[in-house]
C-alpha cells in the first residue's frame, strides 16, 4: 500500500511565477491536509480538504494560496506569483476520517525555493 | 510566546544513552499530544500519541504528559544510532478542530556508534 505520494519533491521557480504542488493520498483517504515548513520554523497547518470541499482554511495566506481536492485526482496546493517568503517545505498528510484519534500520515513533502 | 515551545538542539549522544526530549505549551485548551520522528528529507511520521496526563510507553520510548506545567517528554531508553532523527512534538485541542496540528520546531538528535 503505497504512502502518500506527493510531486514534485523539488520546485523551483522564479519571483512572479506559480507554483503547483500536488499530493495523492493513501489509498481509501479522503482527508487531505497541507502544512508549511518555514526554515527554522515548525509545521504550520494550512488548509484541510475532502473531496470537492475544503473544510477548514484558516492558515492559508488569504492571497495567492488557493488549494483543492477534485472529485477525481490529487489535492492542488497553488501559489500564485510566488515570492521569495513562499520558500519552504510544504507538507501533505491524508487520513482515513477526520479528528486527531485517526492519525495523520505525512508525504515526503514538496521543497519550494524561490529565487 | 509561542504555542509550543521546543529547544531545536542539536543533541548528541552516545549509542545506549538515554535520551529526553521536551516540549512546553501555552494553550491549555491542548488535549492531544504526539511525538513525531523526521528523518532527513523525508516527512514525519508518528512515534507515539497520548491524550491528556499520564504516561505511555512503547517499547525504548516513553511519553509523558504533564498538563498541570504544561510540560510534555519523550524518553529515549538504549538509543539507537537509527534513532538519529528530528524529533517533532505536535498537539491539539479537543472539539471540531481536533485535526489541526500544532508543532514545535523539532529537536535534531544524533545517536554516535
Known amino acids: 500500500n503505497a504512502g502518500v505520494m506527493q510531486n514534485p519533491r523539488h520546485l523551483v521557480r522564479r519571483r512572479g511565477q506559480e507554483a503547483r504542488l500536488r499530493c495523492s493520498p493513501m489509498?481509501?483517504?479522503?482527508?487531505v491536509y497541507w502544512y508549511r515548513q518555514l526554515p527554522e520554523e515548525g509545521l504550520k497547518f494550512m488548509v484541510y480538504?475532502?473531496?470537492?470541499?475544503?473544510?477548514?482554511e484558516s492558515g492559508m495566506p488569504k492571497e495567492r494560496f488557493s488549494a483543492e481536492f477534485p472529485k477525481e485526482g490529487p489535492s492542488i496546493l497553488r501559489i500564485q506569483q510566488v515570492v521569495r517568503g513562499d520558500s519552504a517545505a510544504y507538507f501533505c498528510?491524508?487520513?482515513?476520517?477526520?479528528?486527531?484519534?485517526?492519525?495523520?500520515?505525512f508525504g515526503p513533502g514538496t521543497r519550494l525555493t524561490v529565487l | 510566546q509561542k504555542e509550543v515551545e521546543q529547544d531545536p538542539g542539536p543533541l548528541s549522544v552516545p549509542e545506549g544513552a538515554i535520551v529526553s526530549l521536551n516540549c512546553t505549551y501555552s494553550?491549555?485548551?491542548?488535549?492531544?499530544f504526539m511525538w513525531y520522528r523526521q528523518y532527513s528529507r523525508k516527512g514525519p511520521e508518528l512515534l507515539m500519541y497520548?491524550?491528556?496526563?499520564g504516561n505511555k510507553e512503547d517499547g525504548r520510548f516513553t511519553a509523558q504528559v504533564d498538563k498541570s506545567s504544561k510540560y510534555i517528554s519523550l524518553f529515549i531508553r538504549d538509543s539507537q544510532p537509527s534513532d538519529s532523527a528530528t524529533y517533532l512534538c505536535?498537539?491539539?485541542?479537543?472539539?471540531?478542530?481536533?485535526?489541526?496540528?500544532?508543532f514545535g520546531k523539532g529537536t535534531l538528535l544524533t545517536v554516535n556508534p
Open positions: 498528510a491524508s487520513s482515513a476520517t477526520s479528528g486527531v484519534y485517526n492519525e495523520q500520515f
Open positions: 494553550n491549555s485548551a491542548f488535549q492531544y
Open positions: 497520548t491524550y491528556s496526563s
Open positions: 480538504l475532502q473531496k470537492e470541499n475544503i473544510i477548514d
Open positions: 489509498k481509501g483517504h479522503s482527508h
Open positions: 505536535a498537539m491539539a485541542n479537543s472539539g471540531g478542530s481536533n485535526y489541526k496540528l500544532t
